[in-house]
């Protein structure tokens, strides 16, 4: 396994021990780290909700484990009274955050481990459910560094490669999805240059992506979101690699705002443009991108810098933080089983109707 030497000077995204979950605070990076504990569903919650620990596959395991926070009260409650509250507590714990699939993948998985479980005490399902947590962490960390493998052939010596918001291994509890091919190359030595948007306007590109890849002695070259399509224009972009929250069945997705306008220009400047996502992304009941719930965040986030007012006061204001880009932009999916191409409909479907 070679994540762990790779990531060697990163701090882990979330630790399960002792029956408690840590989570890094996303919120303070690059500035200080700090992890905090999160002991009851309401911290884990407002966690989420707070991008406290955010990225698809990060919501997703954190979720699982903050099923088990939230469920740690009612371990001695009747075996009856416990399954009803965990639907209850999985249903709080899934409207922490509306766009990104892992969250409801996560705890979908969790219920149904409780519901093939035939426990007869509330303290042997609890601990079925951190069994099946620790399984979805350690299963998060492999599909990354399979996402990595298969992508590897993307990244030529000597190019320049642009990527958008953090799909990185803070993202994740391994290597990342966009963020995989890039370490898996520069371990074996390859040269390459990545370029991070700065991602507006929460700075997850700034703030994560240029860090990781930072402290991982990646060249890595931070940017403004706005320069994208100039760069391209330059020949400075030879490849566009980001990641997902949810991938449509007919292979629209979504993922942080300002994608789809890379994917335009990627489209007129003749960049691929590649997706990485594991399985756990495939929302294969959602037909098209337009049916994906885009979450709205509050207008403090987009006039202010920090602590610092940069609008007028009153001014209207849109934060959506997602939007959707069409399949018929996207040159290829980077997945756990290999790299899918048009038609998305047809082989996302026979990829992973039944893999997953
Ligand atoms: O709002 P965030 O920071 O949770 O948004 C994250 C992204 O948009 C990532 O690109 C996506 O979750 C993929 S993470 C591997």
Redesign the pocket.
């Known amino acids: 396994m070679i994540a762990p030497s790779l990531l060697s000077n990163l701090p882990a995204t979330l630790v399960w021990e002792d029956d408690t979950l840590r989570i890094l605070d996303?919120r303070r990076l690059p500035g200080e780290t700090v992890v905090e504990t999160v002991a009851t569903a309401e911290a884990v919650w407002r966690a989420i909700h707070e991008?406290r620990v955010?990225?698809?596959?990060?919501?997703g395991v954190a979720a699982a484990y903050g099923l088990c926070v939230a469920m740690q009260p009612y371990r001695d409650t009747a075996i009856d009274a416990f399954r009803d509250r965990l639907t209850e507590r999985a249903a709080y714990l899934d409207s922490a955050?509306p766009?990104?699939v892992?969250l409801g993948w996560g705890l979908k998985r969790m219920l149904s481990a409780a519901q093939r479980h035939n426990a007869t005490t509330s303290l042997e399902l609890y601990d079925a459910l951190v069994a099946e947590a620790r399984c979805i962490h350690e299963e998060d960390r492999l599909l990354?560094e399979q996402i990595g493998r298969h992508g590897l052939s993307l990244i030529k010596p000597n190019m320049g490669v642009l990527t958008?918001?953090?799909?990185?291994a803070l993202?994740?509890t391994g290597l990342?999805?966009?963020?995989a091919p890039l370490y898996l190359a520069h371990h074996e030595g390859r040269p390459f240059r990545v370029y991070a948007d700065e991602?507006r306007p929460?700075l997850?590109g700034a703030r994560?992506t240029a860090y990781e890849l930072q402290v991982a002695g990646i060249d890595v070259t931070l940017i403004t979101d706005g320069m994208a399509a100039s760069m391209m224009s330059q020949g400075l972009i030879d490849l566009v690699i980001?990641?997902?929250?949810r991938v449509a069945a007919n292979g629209d997705f979504?993922?942080?705002?300002g994608?789809l306008s890379l994917a335009i220009a990627c489209k007129h400047f003749n960049v691929p443009f590649y997706v990485?996502?594991?399985s756990s992304?495939l929302d294969l009941e959602t037909p098209d991108g337009r049916s994906i719930v885009i979450?709205e965040r509050g207008a403090a986030e987009v006039t202010s810098f920090g602590a610092r007012p940069t609008a007028p006061t009153g001014i209207k204001v849109r934060n959506p933080?997602?939007d959707v880009t069409p399949h018929t932009l996207v040159t290829g999916y980077v997945t756990e089983l290999g790299i899918v191409s048009e038609p998305y409909g047809q082989n996302l479907a026979s990829m992973f109707g039944a893999h997953r």
């Open positions: 996303q991008l955010r990225g698809a596959p990060a919501i955050r766009t990104a892992n990354c958008h918001c953090n799909a990185g993202a994740t990342g999805t966009a963020t991602t929460l997850q994560l980001v990641g997902a929250d979504a993922n942080k705002i994608t990485a996502c594991p992304t979450e933080a997602f």
